[in-house]
């Protein structure tokens, strides 16, 4: 069993975003996933990466945006929710005047920020 609350979590600073782990394979016996919160500032777009073996699930909770996942790109708004499969080129931008606010799940277990390719992105 793990409890925690957000307002209790620094968070991590990555290109473009802020990621605040949640549950994952430190806390207690959760070992294959991890869950967190990714707020993305007005404007921020760290650009595409990929995850060689990590599925990934993302679920709007405020805040507007778009994503791009192979060729495609998908408006992001509250209650939108995207599962990105391994090896698929895909990326998070913010095109709204407020935070964008997600929470993120990968599976197995990644490695926050490991994957970026534009470590200097805003």
């Known amino acids: 069993m793990h409890y925690i609350q ?3 979590i620094q968070g991590l600073q990555l290109p473009g975003r802020l990621w605040k782990k949640l ?4 806390d207690g016996n959760c070992r ?3 869950l967190g919160v990714v707020t993305f500032p007005p404007g921020s777009d760290p650009g595409t990466h990929l995850h060689e073996r ?3 699930i993302i ?10 996942v192979g060729d495609k790109v998908y408006a992001l708004a509250p209650g939108v929710a995207v599962f990105t499969e391994p090896g698929i080129e895909h990326g998070v931008k913010n095109t709204g005047d407020q935070p964008l606010v997600m929470i993120s799940v990968f599976s197995p277990p990644v490695r926050p920020g490991s994957y970026d390719k534009n470590k200097d992105a805003k």
């Open 32 to 34: 294959n996933m991890i």
């Open 6 to 8: 957000e307002k209790d």
């Open 59 to 68: 679920y709007v909770i405020s805040g507007v945006g778009e994503t791009r």
């Open 23 to 26: 549950v994952g394979p430190d």
């Open 54 to 56: 990590e599925e990934e």
